[in-house]
């Protein structure tokens, strides 16, 4: 069963940059025809789907957050790695990574992590 982990700063200072971490186990994050996916909930809103890495490397984003964001892996330690960048208050939300066989969606992910709560405040 694969399992996944967010660690990251709980506390952004605004214009700086965001980077979270998502360590998997229990599956490669190359195999299969997976989009390894980071989604957001801001407080008393709804998920907001922000992009993924597939499992051949190729990255997809949320058009509105483009700009600002950046997702990566590292193969060798079965991570992948949100930024973003340009933090405004509006960022502060809890942030999943998961699995899914699909992208795009507003969704959590049928394979997520506990989700870790990161908060943009000078």
């Known amino acids: 069963q694969v399992q996944l982990q967010e660690s990251g700063p709980g506390l952004v200072k605004p214009s700086q940059t965001l980077s979270l971490t998502c360590t998997v186990s229990?599956?490669?994050?190359?195999?299969?025809?997976?989009?390894w996916s980071w989604i957001r909930q801001p407080p008393g809103k709804g998920l907001e789907w922000m992009g993924a890495?597939?499992?051949?490397?190729?990255?997809y984003y949320n058009p509105s957050l483009k700009s600002r964001t950046a997702i990566s892996r590292d193969t060798s330690l079965n991570r992948f790695t949100l930024q973003l960048s340009s933090v405004t208050p509006e960022d502060t939300a809890v942030y999943y990574c998961?699995?899914?066989?699909?992208?795009?969606?507003?969704?959590?992910?049928?394979?997520r992590g506990q989700g870790t709560q990161v908060i943009v405040s000078s």
């Open positions: 998961g699995r899914d066989s699909l992208m795009g969606l507003d969704r959590l992910p049928p394979f």
């Open positions: 229990g599956g490669s994050i190359t195999t299969n025809i997976y989009y």
């Open positions: 890495i597939a499992s051949d490397g190729s990255t």
